[in-house]
């Protein structure tokens, strides 16, 4: 917060703003492993599911959730996968986001 002083001496308090982004977030090519649990738990599916239909492993889809990098490619393919099931992917500059089908 910034303080200025008038000539009385009294501090007016006005707010900084949060972000230096747009107001609406944007979409991300590449997402989190903990953006990929929010969505997998929206959608109400198994690792096993989710491995199965992207066609890698159960441990794949473990480690990414827990904070393991992926290719580019798998990376893309997840985020594929959830899309195509209604989940909406967004980031801006303090958080990134999951948004769950209707």
Same mark, same amino acid.
């Given at each position: 917060m910034t303080h200025?002083? =008038?000539?009385a001496g009294s501090k007016e308090v006005r707010p900084l703003p949060l972000s230096s982004s747009p107001s609406r977030p944007s979409k991300i090519?590449? +997402?989190?492993?903990?953006?990929?649990?929010m969505a997998r738990a929206a959608i109400g599916l198994s690792m096993d599911k989710v491995a199965?239909? +992207?066609?890698?492993?159960?441990?794949? +889809?473990?480690r990414f959730e827990n904070g393991g990098e992926l290719s580019?490619?798998?990376n893309s393919s997840i985020r594929n996968f959830y899309e195509s /099931?209604?989940?909406?992917?967004?980031? =801006?500059?303090?958080? /990134?986001g999951v948004r769950s089908p209707k």
């Amino acid at each position: 917060m910034t303080h200025q002083s =008038d000539a009385a001496g009294s501090k007016e308090v006005r707010p900084l703003p949060l972000s230096s982004s747009p107001s609406r977030p944007s979409k991300i090519a590449r +997402i989190t492993g903990v953006q990929a649990r929010m969505a997998r738990a929206a959608i109400g599916l198994s690792m096993d599911k989710v491995a199965a239909s +992207i066609g890698c492993t159960k441990m794949t +889809i473990s480690r990414f959730e827990n904070g393991g990098e992926l290719s580019g490619k798998t990376n893309s393919s997840i985020r594929n996968f959830y899309e195509s /099931h209604g989940v909406q992917f967004s980031a =801006d500059a303090y958080y /990134h986001g999951v948004r769950s089908p209707k």
